[in-house]
């Protein structure tokens, strides 16, 4: 069993910046990538950014530029820096754990709320 846990949301302005953290714990040997996805009202969840344990990362199109995904091995913790935020990056984000950074694994976070204000 895996247990991802997630902090960092919140609330801030178009333009501004948070950071996001998910740190993992339990059997996690089998572990290849970690990653967030993200789900707004209406919307289908999505990947956002992944990355894997040597440290190739993926993004989604609408965050490159702006998203920065990071590891700390020492601490099975995956970060999210978000900088330049928009009203459209509005959504619960979610931590993932599995093998690939292209689909979703087996194990999620509780979700955290972003909420960004014009």
């Known amino acids: 069993q895996v247990q991802l846990v997630e902090s960092g949301g919140g609330l801030v302005q178009a333009g501004g910046s948070l950071r996001l953290s998910c740190a993992a714990s339990?059997?996690?040997?089998?572990?290849?990538?970690m990653g967030w996805y993200r789900q707004a009202p209406g919307k289908q969840r999505e990947l956002v950014a992944s990355?894997?344990?040597?440290?190739?990362?993926n993004y989604a199109d609408s965050v490159k530029g702006r998203f920065t995904i990071s590891r700390d091995n020492a601490k099975n913790t995956v970060y999210l820096q978000m900088n330049s935020l928009k009203p459209e990056d509005t959504a619960v984000y979610f931590c993932?754990?599995?093998?690939?950074?292209?689909?979703?694994?087996?194990?999620w976070g509780q979700g955290t709320q972003v909420t960004v204000s014009s």
């Open positions: 339990g059997t996690i040997f089998s572990i290849n990538a």
């Open positions: 990355i894997t344990k040597g440290g190739t990362t």
């Open positions: 993932n754990a599995g093998w690939s950074i292209v689909v979703a694994g087996n194990y």
